[in-house]
Every structure is written in structure tokens, then in C-alpha cells.
């Protein structure tokens, strides 16, 4: 919208000043009783116009690749927001996983972890993915805190959530996380929200 906005100033600003009702209508195909300003908007104004969005894009786009391919921390994935959001779905997915592990594994035959013996699986592999589950979880709380501030409320609420539901599974045993399907109440969940709103209102983070 503002690139609409100022694209259609630099046509009707200039050492010439044309009305912005004039430029509309000609745009739009109408002909103007004003020849020259006919002429200077389609032959000069308009061209001018086209060619600066577009070497402005390229430039954009130049500037990303150029950044990426060098690896310039300026279009890093955690300034990209690429890795962040990345290492968030795979905790939620992991925490899922485990969570509900006697239907996922037990009844559908789901695995989301190569190398885990899951028929005997012990307390030393439960804390092996759980190591690889707060790496996810680090990774991602640096991309939430600057992520803009409107959307940034909900990410933050599923992050708690899982977060507190991957607290319970660090508590309980490997036996019974294959067991029984590890859930947080509602009482909880409520808490967890207003505390999230209250952290959101006043930039906590």
C-alpha cells in the first residue's frame, strides 16, 4: 500500500505539478485536455516510476542473496526468523511425540527420533531427546522476542504451553511417559495465559 502511495506521488510531483485527479484519469485511460502533462506523465513520469521499483527490488533481492551466500549474520536464519521458527515446530512436534507416546509409537508406529531404542526405552534416552528439546526451545524464544509485537502474543502462548508441558514430561519417568498421556489442566492453562497477556502488555521478555 505505501509503495502504491508513493509511486503514484512521483508521478503527479515534479518540476511540473499535475493534479493527482489529472494523473488518476490518465492513468486509468482517460485523455487529458492538457497535452503536455498527457506526454510528460506516459513518456517520462511512468517509465521513471516502473524502472525505480524495479531496480529497487533487484537491489533487495541482490543485497539477501549476496548476505546469504557470504553468510552475513545481516540475513542470518535467526535474524531471518528461519531457524526460530523452525526449532519452535520441532519442539512442538517432539513434545507431541512424547506427551502421547502409547498412541503415537504403541498404536500407529510413529517414530521422530532415529537412533532411540523406543522398546526399551529408559530414562537415559528420554533425557537424550530432552537435551535436543531445549536446544529447540532456546533457539526459538531468541526469534519470539523480536518477533513484531502483534503477532508475538500467540506464538508466546503456545511456546509457554508446551514449555510447561515439556517441564511435567522432564518429571516423569521414561516408563510411565510410555504409559500414559501427560496433559496440563485447564486451571493451568488459564494461568498460563493471563501470565503470557500480562508479560506481552508490558514488554517482559
Known amino acids: ?14 518540476s511540473v ?9 490518465s492513468v486509468l485511460g482517460g485523455t487529458l485536455e492538457n497535452t503536455a502533462w498527457e506526454y510528460i506523465i506516459w ?8 524502472t525505480a521499483v524495479l531496480v529497487g527490488s533487484g537491489l533487495a533481492l541482490s543485497g539477501l542473496l549476496m548476505q546469504t551466500l557470504f553468510r552475513n549474520p545481516l540475513a542470518g536464519p535467526f535474524v531471518l ?5 523452525g526449532s519452535l515446530g520441532a519442539a512442538f512436534q517432539k513434545i507431541n511425540f512424547l506427551r502421547d507416546m502409547k498412541s503415537d509409537y504403541n ?9 532411540i531404542d523406543f522398546k526399551n526405552f529408559d530414562n537415559e534416552q528420554k533425557e537424550t531427546i530432552e537435551a535436543d528439546i531445549k536446544k529447540d526451545f ?3 524464544f531468541r526469534g519470539i522476542v ?8 500467540g506464538v508466546h502462548v503456545a511456546y509457554v ?5 515439556f517441564k511435567k514430561i522432564k518429571k516423569t519417568n521414561a516408563m510411565m511417559v510410555k504409559r500414559k498421556r501427560i496433559r496440563v489442566n485447564d486451571g493451568k492453562k488459564i494461568y498460563l495465559f493471563l501470565e503470557s497477556a500480562v508479560r506481552h502488555r508490558f514488554n517482559m521478555f
Open 1 to 14: 500500500m505505501v509503495l502504491v502511495v508513493i509511486w503514484g506521488m512521483n508521478i503527479c510531483l515534479g
Open 17 to 25: 505539478s499535475i493534479p493527482f485527479s489529472e494523473t488518476l484519469h
Open 43 to 50: 513518456n517520462y513520469r511512468i517509465p521513471k516510476a516502473f
Open 81 to 85: 526468523g528461519i531457524s526460530s521458527g
Open 107 to 115: 498404536e500407529r508406529g510413529r517414530v521422530y527420533f532415529p537412533g
Open 138 to 140: 532456546d533457539d526459538a
Open 146 to 153: 523480536r518477533l513484531p509485537k502483534e503477532v508475538r502474543f
Open 161 to 165: 504451553y508446551y514449555l510447561n508441558l
